[in-house]
């Protein structure tokens, strides 16, 4: 077993962060390896087995051979090839490296134009340097970045290799390695990032730019789906009955028919949840909400999870 003791809450430790996407692609290499594990331990949260083993740096990283508890300290390279190249070695198996797929999207001079400049997207793009230690330290959590976001149609995160691509470095006034710069729909010049680097931040600059609702793990939250301008109106049509609710269902269909992009589709569903309210009575929503809560309790795809999660929240506001 291969054990990459490493120290997740302590900022400082840039090493760790260095090491990630690295034993990341190790340990998808060897994922169907039988004779070999590819682990990781957080030592802020296992002080005490950490300590047991030795660990007194981060990383930290160990061989334990088939059988024994007594391990040996890895003292090579940190790349790929060489913690492979080891673990073959030691392991006596002989497993290639496996390509991570990504959701960062990749720029080049061939379609940089078609993708930044694109006004119906909102883009963020690093300009990095492959030997740029900050951009190396920065890479997993621009990883998860993209992945956080990968189900937004409306927004990019990607990338450009600014070393190889001076040109384009040069034309957006790129000095400095990593340079981060935002391409909403509405500015294509490009807007400095100047926020922080951990994953909230992104996140959160991400949501209020785009207007999207994300966590840092991609999921949808209480906000996503909710229409300020059609909160108002349910409120009113909960409170109204008989003939007063009709007037106030015609009210909503009204406000829907101004809404647009998103906010569009989200006001088909307030539509539709006021129809089947008029239609199943006043705890249709509740009911539905638990039937939707233990359909997400199952294992479903991120995209039926993105559609329950969104006509949940919009079932909330007519409860």
């Not at 935002?182 to 010049?189: A, E, I, S």
């Not at 006021?274 to 039937?291: H, L």
């Amino acid at each position: 077993m291969f054990l990459n003791a490493f120290c997740v809450k302590c900022d400082r430790c840039g090493h760790c962060k260095k090491l990630a996407p690295e034993y990341e692609k190790l340990g998808a290499s060897f994922k169907k390896a039988k004779s070999v594990l590819i682990g990781k331990v957080d030592c802020d949260e296992h002080k005490s087995l950490c300590s047991k083993y030795g660990v007194q740096g981060y990383p930290t990283i160990q061989w334990f051979p088939k059988g024994s508890l007594e391990p040996k300290k890895y003292e090579g390279p940190r790349s790929t090839e060489a913690l492979a190249e080891y673990v073959n070695n030691e392991g006596g198996t002989n497993v290639k490296i496996a390509a991570v797929p990504s959701n960062v999207v990749v720029l080049t001079a061939d379609n940089f134009d078609e993708i930044v400049l694109d006004k119906s997207k909102d883009v963020l793009v690093e300009f990095y340097a492959p030997w740029c230690g900050h951009c190396k330290n920065l890479a997993p959590t621009y990883e998860k970045v993209a992945a956080a976001f990968a189900l937004e149609d409306d927004v990019v995160v990607a990338n450009l290799d600014a070393d190889k691509y001076k040109d384009l470095a040069e034309k957006y006034g790129v000095s400095g390695f990593p340079t981060l710069k935002f391409f909403p729909k509405g500015n294509k010049d490009g807007e400095e990032y100047g926020g922080g680097r951990d994953l909230e931040d992104f996140v959160s600059f991400i949501n209020e730019k785009c207007g999207t609702s994300r966590d840092g793990k991609g999921q949808l939250t209480s906000t996503a789906g909710i229409v300020a301008s059609l909160d108002a109106l349910v409120k009113e049509f909960v409170a109204a009955s008989g003939d007063e609710k009709k007037a106030v269902f015609s009210k909503i269909e009204r406000g829907v028919e101004v809404l647009e992009g998103s906010t569009a589709r989200h006001g088909k569903i307030y539509l539709k949840v006021a129809k089947n309210y008029m239609d199943k009575g006043s705890d249709y929503a509740k009911k539905e909400i638990d039937r939707l809560q233990r359909m997400l309790d199952k294992s479903i795809s991120a995209a039926k999870a993105d559609e329950f999660v969104l006509k949940k929240n919009i079932l909330s506001t007519f409860t």
